[in-house]
């Protein structure tokens, strides 16, 4: 099995850095993911370590019982679960990763055959085999975070109307955040990202432009009352974790966390699902 096995795994540094439960974690918490991560990828299964504490901690360089307790609350917070049986930390970000690179070189090693067992009468094909096939998506740190397909334009199948409806949405995140232009730019990683969770929003609400910015809003509205996102709680020490394209607009489930949690007009967090209408409702109530 390990003789067909990729020698790496997939890692993506924008989205590990910009993950909500990395940036939260202590520095010896990262260090110990990374660790994990690592020696998890490289066992037989690809994806999962014994829940053998002692081996981990040995792994780990030895922490106290006290460090050891507090690195391993806050990776079961996060990518890390405990398997059914309990026997097993599992990160299943790289399970899915680990499939999908398996599938990927077993479709390449069967194009490969086909190519290689043809008469050499046959004429060779224009293109190589692996040109149209498509590359396996990557998990994030925390396996919460999907990557968006890079285009060379992202501005070029995109209807006007939803570029202007993004461009409100952008100044209105600028406002919030009290972010100015001349120093944080709509730059193409960012427009790229919003685009992505506007068409998102647009296919829960039937194309309506409008209700789909007040849904972006909305999210923004969210990160906007976290003390910790915004710096305003004294551990930060005044950094904050509020950008665009990684903490809030990173991914779908980022951008839904935090039109779900956005203070009502009450003043409470609002769990579950909200309707466009009852976004807007409340978020004009509060400004």
């Known amino acids: 099995m390990m003789k067909d096995r990729s020698p790496a795994f997939q890692f993506y540094p924008r989205q590990f850095a910009a993950d909500d439960h990395v940036t939260a974690m202590d520095l010896d918490s990262v260090g110990a993911h990374v660790i994990l991560m690592c020696a ?3 066992s037989p299964e690809g994806y999962r370590i014994s829940t053998d504490e002692r081996a981990i901690r040995n792994r780990l360089r030895n922490p106290s019982e006290q460090d050891w307790q507090r690195i391993k609350g806050q990776l079961l917070a996060g990518a890390w679960k405990l398997s059914a049986d309990g026997l097993w930390f599992e990160q299943h970000g790289l399970q899915r990763t680990f499939e999908k690179q398996k599938a990927f070189s077993e479709a390449q ?7 290689y067992s043809r008469t050499s009468t046959e004429p060779v094909p224009p293109e190589h085999p692996a040109a149209t096939e498509p590359a396996p998506e990557s998990c994030s740190a925390s396996a919460s975070a999907s990557p968006i397909p890079i285009t060379t334009n992202p501005e070029r199948d995109t209807d006007p109307e939803v570029l202007k409806g993004l461009g409100e949405v952008w100044n209105y995140y600028l406002k919030v955040t009290e972010r100015k232009p001349s120093t944080y730019a709509f730059t193409a990683v960012r427009k790229r990202k919003g685009i992505a969770r506007m068409k998102e929003c647009l296919s829960k609400v ?7 910015m007040e849904m972006m809003k909305r999210a923004i509205d969210g990160i906007a009352s976290s003390d910790w996102h915004m710096g305003r709680d004294p551990k930060t020490n005044g950094k904050r974790y509020c950008e665009w394209e990684g903490h809030l607009f990173g991914s779908y489930e980022a951008m839904e966390r935090w039109w779900n949690t956005a203070p009502s007009n009450t003043g409470k967090v609002q769990p579950g699902s909200l309707t466009p209408a009852q976004i807007r409702e409340q978020r004009e109530a509060i400004q």
């Open 40 to 42: 998890a990828a490289a």
């Open 109 to 115: 090693r069967a194009r490969a055959n086909v190519r």
């Open 206 to 212: 039937g194309n309506d432009n409008g209700e789909a």
